[in-house]
């Protein structure tokens, strides 16, 4: 079964620390794989996304890596701020398809 | 832009009442995607057109639930009777032709079927 399983399911963190969000999955054959941040009340936005030839993408303090072989990836945020604070969701898209595979999120609390 | 439009943002209803969502996608996409969120089962596509064609909708729950677009610039999900297991927040995303991963998403509907 095609599924996405993301951990922690909520972390809280201090302003200014690193933290780490991981994604397994087991959707095959795997076209690419993206991070959304959805803060409270509003859609997901996107992050990155990655296709099973990258092993790493940032968008400034955000870096999601890939390993394909294992099937995982994660979401490292560095230097947090208030702001973070948001569910963060791993989707997973079928290859050759649209079919979007999503995890049930991350939510993480940052406080000062 | 001003981004994907859904309306209304809000809606309460009672239990056996049609519900009617709407949608404007970003002008010049021709992906437009129907999700629907809970805390329980998280995001979940319910359909997707391409160019106004339904392409996949095996992910609406039951016959109570249909969608339409009948142009590039609108779309509308109904829910006909609506039952308090349909409470949750409804998502309107679309994507430029060709890179149909890139999804912009809406700001959601909150549904509360009383």
């Known amino acids: 079964k095609n599924q996405v399983e993301q951990s922690p399911q909520s972390l809280i963190i201090l302003e200014g620390k690193n933290c780490t969000l991981q994604?397994?999955?087991?959707?095959?054959?795997?076209?690419?794989l993206r991070w959304y941040k959805q803060d409270t009340g509003r859609g997901p936005v996107s992050l990155t996304i990655m296709t099973f030839s990258e092993n790493t993408k940032s968008n400034g303090r955000y870096t999601a890596t890939l390993d394909a072989d294992t099937k995982q990836s994660s979401l490292h945020i560095t230097a947090s701020q208030l702001s973070d604070s948001a569910s963060y969701i791993c989707?997973?898209?079928?290859?050759?398809?649209?079919?979007?595979?999503f995890g049930k999120g991350t939510t993480l609390s940052v406080s000062s | 832009d001003a981004g994907v439009i859904q309306s209304p943002r809000h809606e309460v209803t009672e239990m056996g009442q049609e519900v009617t969502l709407r949608c404007k996608p970003i002008?010049?996409?021709?992906?437009l995607f129907w999700y629907r969120q809970t805390m329980m089962r998280g995001l979940e596509l319910l359909i997707y057109f391409n160019n106004n064609v339904p392409i996949d909708d095996s992910g609406m729950p039951e016959d109570r639930f249909s969608a339409k677009m009948p142009n590039a610039s609108f779309s509308t999900l109904k829910i006909q009777p609506s039952e308090p297991r349909d409470s949750a927040v409804y998502f309107c995303?679309?994507?430029?032709?060709?890179?149909?991963?890139?999804?912009?998403f809406g700001p959601g509907t909150r549904l509360t079927v009383t």
């Open positions: 989707v997973v898209q079928y290859q050759a398809g649209t079919a979007l595979i």
């Open positions: 002008s010049g996409h021709d992906y």
């Open positions: 994604c397994n999955y087991t959707v095959s054959p795997f076209s690419n």
């Open positions: 995303a679309s994507s430029p032709s060709g890179r149909s991963y890139e999804q912009y």
